[in-house]
T-cell receptor, first 113, second 113 residues
Framework: DQQVKQNSPSLSVQEGRISILNCDYT??????FLWYKKYPAEGPTFLIS?????DKNEDGRFTVFLNKSAKHLSLHIVPSQPGDSAVYFC????????????FGKGTRLSVIA | SQTIHQWPATLVQPVGSPLSLECTVE??????LYWYRQAAGRGLQLLFY??????ISSEVPQNLSASRPQDRQFILSSKKLLLSDSGFYLC????????????FGPGTRLTVL
């Protein structure tokens, strides 16, 4: 049973436009959510996170939105750049922080120049 | 600051040979440690995690094993590799407790021939 789902395996966006990556979860006990970016043959790098007590967190071009009632979060990248082309994983954490993060299967973003 | 090291970066091994991948973390104490595998074009599969020395939890039964002989050292092993063990292996660490990010190592590309 997938508790964290990224239903779009891939997304193409033109350079300069907004990229929106979506993630849904089923476990209402998750209280902390994270986004990671992964280039081929490299480890994922942490991008941005959000606590369940917030509905928005912004860091430069990256903004994460959380809709707890819908159990949905999204990552907005504005403006998109070719270097943003990568696989993006969302992850969720239970309150203790000592159980493993639950990852989605990832969305491959291609930013076209 | 904290750093995570993995070696080797790449490895080509024959079927039936043993495996030992090592991961070490610097700059933190008592981290939670994780081993993941990413098969070609797939998501992140959690293999093992550890919340302390000698404490190993296995997520997927297979011919791999993990050990944590020291606080900041995590080792992934196999006695006899299978073709299906090929993949990209990632080590990660996370501070215990709520609201913490997880950080990944650079990964090891394992090819079993």
């Amino acid at each position: 049973d997938q508790q964290v789902k990224q239903n779009s395996p891939s997304l193409s966006v033109q350079e300069g436009r907004i990229s929106i990556l979506n993630c849904d979860y089923t476990n209402s006990m998750f209280d902390y959510f994270l986004w990671y970016k992964k280039y081929p043959a490299e480890g994922p790098t942490f991008l941005i996170s959000i606590s369940s007590i917030k509905d928005k967190n912004e860091d430069g071009r990256f903004t994460v939105f959380l809709n707890k009632s819908a159990k949905h979060l999204s990552l907005h990248i504005v403006p998109s750049q070719p270097g943003d082309s990568a696989v993006y994983f969302c992850a969720a954490s239970l309150p203790s922080g000592n159980t493993p993060l639950v990852f989605g299967k990832g969305t491959r973003l291609s930013v076209i120049a | 600051s904290q750093t995570i090291h993995q070696w080797p970066a790449t490895l080509v091994q024959p079927v039936g040979s043993p495996l030992s991948l090592e991961c070490t973390v610097e700059g933190t104490s008592n981290p939670n440690l994780y081993w993941y595998r990413q098969a070609a074009g797939r998501g992140l599969q959690l293999l093992f995690y550890s919340v302390g020395i000698g404490q190993i939890s296995s997520e997927v039964p297979q011919n791999l094993s993990a050990s944590r002989p020291q606080d900041r050292q995590f080792i992934l092993s196999s006695k006899k590799l299978l073709l299906s063990d090929s993949g990209f292996y990632l080590c990660a660490w996370r501070a215990g407790g709520p609201g913490n990010e997880q950080f990944f190592g650079p990964g090891t590309r394992l090819t079993v021939l």
